[in-house]
């Protein structure tokens, strides 16, 4: 059964910025990319590093592992260069009543 | 009582004549010619002298970005603490990063720098364009000076270029691949490839083109504290066949050189990629590399990685089986000796189900030189259906000598079949024994055993390379008896 986990205000979350929440033991990235807000599971698959802390690039809406520079498509987790194969949880963005909320099991 | 020199099993023949492996290198290959250099870099890496590189190559601005970036990854990154306690004595600061020798890679060997031309003649590499070859390349120092590839596969639309001329020609192709299975930020080598990065080879092999002939690249060194930072990238498209051999060798100087290369090789659905190296750096050289492939579906990269020289090399050639049924292959050999040590092996990974591979890695360890074997299998969740094996052999010729074996099994999936096999052995007086009761000489029956260890690898080198690395062999081993 999904529920819905608030993030922030819209406006608190500005382009090219990110927010860190907390579910279930497990962090997960909210990034606004140029004005779409996407959600990703904020652990990379090769190794472990916090994909949140990395290069976010708007304009192909990914992001770039900081520890060995894996990318990552933001609107699917899959990783689109070596050294990472495996992809990562996405969540389903909701924005009602001006709140970014994301959908979790 | 006996004394321990007493019991001590005295050495046979063909071990000592092996001990002398590579013994003549200074001769054959150690030499070094004057430097008559357009450009020579002084030593040290410094954010201008990158600029300068790109600004020496006219290349667009992303590339210059891309250095750039690669080398705030280099300086902010530690060194490996595994692998060889020798990582240590690497002096970053005394390497010549950038060495012009001349204008621009020629289409003739008259075209070459005297000097250039006779050490590739000395080397053999424009008689082995002519017999066997379908295509060369030649760098000295840190740029191509010679290329060439057959008329017919250019008309097939293959490309064999030099790195350098491909992202001037090819800017969108190259920029399409650049980077993308080794990023800048991998690790520590690689990021400084990325910042300094020249020559090496671009090759693209259409859909269903077969390249029959190998394409080869040499690589030489010749000025003392040279840094080599080759960057290589093969994309075999759909149902196409390439074999690509590299072979490099340089002075024997008493400080050290460095040498750190990048490749990047792509197989597409059906395509076969092999990627032969005999790698015979002189005992100076600090041989650090990386190379990884991707096997898409139905797709096989084979690597072939014969390791002879350097004073320190960690280089673990891998394979990413991507696709459905995808293959991958490494064989690798080293030999290490006195002074030594040849840190290699190899990685699989199994991404995609049905998938298969093999590794056979091989090594002799001789007048106290270490051989390792260092190695990952992993077959990821989803990967179900597939089979590995990996055996790795090895041979220590006295007791100074050393081998070690690192392997590492990772099964995410219960639907696999994988194998790992390891041995270590001494050319003993057991096996000689028998051979000899069977008729065969002494020398002969030392030969046999050598051989017959690292046959299953040498008879996969191109015909000339492996009659090479065979000869080295029994030059050694010949005219030692009694």
Not at chain 1, 84 to 91: E, G, L, R, S
Not at chain 2, 379 to 390: M, P
Not at chain 2, 409 to 417: L, S, T
Request: charged residues 25%.
């Amino acid at each position: 059964m999904t529920s819905l986990l608030e993030v922030c205000a819209v406006d608190e979350l500005q382009p090219g910025s990110c927010r860190i929440v907390e579910w279930d033991g497990d962090q997960i990235g909210v990034f606004n990319c140029d004005g779409e807000i996407l959600a990703m599971e904020d652990r990379c698959s090769h190794d472990g590093a916090p994909l949140a802390e990395g290069v976010l690039d708007p304009d192909s809406c990914t992001i770039e592992c900081p520890r060995h520079g894996a990318i990552f498509d933001l609107r699917t987790g899959i990783p689109t260069t070596l050294p990472a194969y495996i992809p990562v949880d996405t969540f389903p963005v909701v924005v009602e009543d001006g709140l970014i909320k994301i959908e979790v099991d | 009582m006996a004394t321990p020199d007493q019991t001590r099993v005295p050495l046979t023949s063909e071990e000592e004549g092996l001990k002398d492996l590579n013994a003549d290198y200074t001769e054959r290959y150690g030499f070094h010619d004057a430097e008559n250099y357009l450009f020579k870099a002084p030593k040290g890496l410094t954010r201008e002298l990158v600029e300068k590189i790109s600004e020496f190559k006219n290349e667009p601005q992303w590339m210059r970005e891309f250095r750039l970036k690669s080398l705030d990854h280099f300086l902010a990154r530690e060194m490996p603490t595994w692998g060889s306690p020798m990582l240590a004595e690497v002096d970053f600061d005394n390497i010549h990063y950038f060495v012009r020798a001349s204008e621009k890679p020629e289409r003739s060997w008259d075209d070459v720098p005297d000097d250039v031309k006779k050490t590739f003649d000395r080397l053999g590499i424009p008689e082995a364009e002519r017999s066997f070859l379908a295509g060369v390349g030649a760098q000295y120092e840190s740029e191509v000076v010679y290329h060439q590839v057959n008329k017919d596969l250019e008309d097939q639309g293959v490309i064999f270029l030099d790195m350098d001329s491909a992202l001037r020609d090819h800017e969108d192709l190259v920029r399409e691949y650049f980077a993308t299975i080794i990023p800048a930020n991998d690790n520590k080598l690689a990021s400084l490839n990325s910042a300094v990065w020249s020559g090496g080879s671009f090759v693209y092999v259409p859909p269903g083109v077969q390249v029959e002939m190998p394409l080869q690249a040499y690589f030489r060194i010749n000025t003392e504290n040279m840094g080599q930072f080759e960057r290589t990238i093969i994309i075999a498209d759909e149902g196409s066949y390439v074999h690509y051999v590299e072979g490099c060798t340089a002075p024997t100087y008493s400080s050290d050189s460095l040498h750190s290369a990048v490749v990047e090789l792509i197989a597409k659905p059906g395509a076969r990629i092999r990627y032969t190296t005999v790698q015979n750096w002189s005992q100076n050289v600090f041989n650090l590399v990386t190379k990884r492939a991707v096997a898409e579906k139905d797709a096989t990269v084979e690597w072939v990685d014969c390791n002879l020289g350097s004073k320190l090399t960690m280089k673990y050639p891998s394979v990413y089986l991507m696709g459905e049924r995808a293959h991958g292959e490494i064989l690798s050999i080293a030999f290490a000796g006195k002074g030594q040590h040849q840190d290699a092996g190899g990685k699989i990974v199994h991404v995609a189900p049905n998938t298969t591979s093999n590794i056979f890695a091989k090594s002799i360890s001789k007048d106290g030189g270490r051989s390792s074997y260092r190695g990952l299998l992993e077959v990821a969740k989803g990967a179900g259906g597939s089979k590995s094996k990996v055996v790795c052999d090895a041979l220590l010729l006295d007791e100074e000598s050393r081998s070690d074996t690192y392997p590492t099994i990772r099964i995410g999936e219960d639907d696999v079949d994988v194998g790992h096999e390891a041995t270590v052995s001494k050319v003993g007086d057991e096996q000689l024994f028998y051979l000899m009761s069977h008729g065969i000489s002494e020398e002969e029956a030392g030969k046999l055993i050598v051989n017959g260890f690292i046959e299953p690898i040498v008879k996969e080198l191109p015909m000339e390379y492996a009659v090479e690395m065979n000869r080295l062999i029994e030059l050694q081993m010949e005219g030692s008896i009694g």
